[in-house]
């Protein structure tokens, strides 16, 4: 736990500059350093969320973005599975698929993502990823 909180405020001090000089790749490196070998799951939804919006002088890239939002939303974040949803719903750094889209809204919903459930309803009003059913 430590080690993690370690390697992402080193990561933080590199994006910002403080106490070292500003270095986003050594940043980015220290960040991936949790997310994948401590398996932090905090750490991969940040990764989302710079490369979604270009945070930290680093290039906005949508298709990063989108994976790292599904290595968090797999691994139980539960923004990042409402996160993935969208990029599902939209085809947004991967393939549209509403049926992928409902599936990661229903389990955002489920670990109790409110926006989640809006969106759950909005589907099978729409109709979207699933057969139109009034009964549902």
């Known amino acids: ?3 993690i909180l370690a390697m992402k405020k080193l990561a933080m001090c590199y994006f910002v500059g403080d106490g070292t000089e500003e270095d986003k790749n050594s940043g980015l490196m220290w960040l991936k ?7 932090d ?4 939804h940040e990764l989302a969320l710079i490369y979604e919006y270009g945070e930290h002088n680093v290039d906005c890239d949508v298709v990063a973005a989108c994976e790292w939002f599904l290595i968090a939303a797999v691994k139980g974040h539960t923004g990042a ?3 993935y949803a969208i990029c599902c719903e939209l085809g947004c750094g991967r ?3 509403d049926e992928e889209a409902l599936e990661w809204y229903v389990k955002a919903a489920n670990s109790g993502h409110i926006e989640a459930n809006f969106s759950v309803g909005e ?10 059913s009034d009964g549902e």
């Not at 350093?33 to 398996?39: I, L, S, V």
């Not at 589907?123 to 139109?132: I, L, T, Y």
């Open 41 to 44: 799951i905090d750490a991969a």
């Open 123 to 132: 589907a099978f009003e729409e109709a979207k990823g699933v057969p139109q």
């Open 1 to 3: 736990e430590i080690q």
């Open 33 to 39: 350093k949790a997310a994948q070998e401590c398996n």
């Open 95 to 97: 393939e549209q698929s």
């Open 81 to 83: 599975m409402a996160e």
